[in-house]
């Protein structure tokens, strides 16, 4: 039979898979924009409190002799993210206004919309020695098994990063 009688009815095979593909596209942009940010919050936060943690561990090896002790890394789990931080911090309280020298110190929950906790951690403060490991405030070594912060955010996302005992800190559990 010539091919030639018969009206084309429907797509061609090609004609099919472009417009799966393109209803595929606009679906996944569709999604993204209504999931809101609270699904991304926790990562960023994430990166941002590895990134300070790694900047306080860096300063702290360069410092000398009883300077080290005046860069700890201080993780403060409030109850809620208003009253929870971590960073370069200096007393037992969050600071309340962020400001340009604070802001790359100093990780807020509120502002971040996370709140942090300590689940393997017996202190809220560690300190580190010239080679960058974590230690007490006598010098001590800690965090034998890893010491691990928990990041939650609003939607209850957990996401943890780890400060394992030669100093290492990345993304994780310990």
Avoid: H, W
């Amino acid at each position: 039979m010539p091919y030639g009688k018969y009206k084309q009815r429907g797509f061609t095979l090609i004609e099919l898979i472009v417009v799966i593909i393109l209803v595929g596209i606009i679906s996944l942009t569709a999604a993204s924009r209504m999931s809101g940010r609270s699904s991304f919050d926790a990562f960023i936060t994430r990166d941002q409190a590895i990134a300070i943690a790694r900047q306080i561990q860096i300063t702290a090896m360069q410092a000398t002799g009883s300077q080290r002790t005046t860069f700890p890394l201080r993780i403060i789990a409030g109850t809620n993210d208003q009253t929870s931080c971590m960073g370069l911090i200096t007393g037992s309280t969050c600071p309340m206004q962020s400001t340009a020298e604070t802001s790359s110190r100093v990780l807020q929950g509120e502002v971040s919309r996370v709140r942090f906790t300590l689940p393997s951690m017996a202190s809220n403060t560690v300190y580190f020695d010239l080679l960058g490991r974590p230690v007490n405030s006598a010098g001590e070594r800690i965090c034998n098994d890893g010491c691990q912060i928990n990041l939650q955010s609003r939607d209850n996302n957990i996401l943890s990063m780890c400060i394992n005992r030669e100093g290492f800190i990345d993304e994780g559990g310990c």
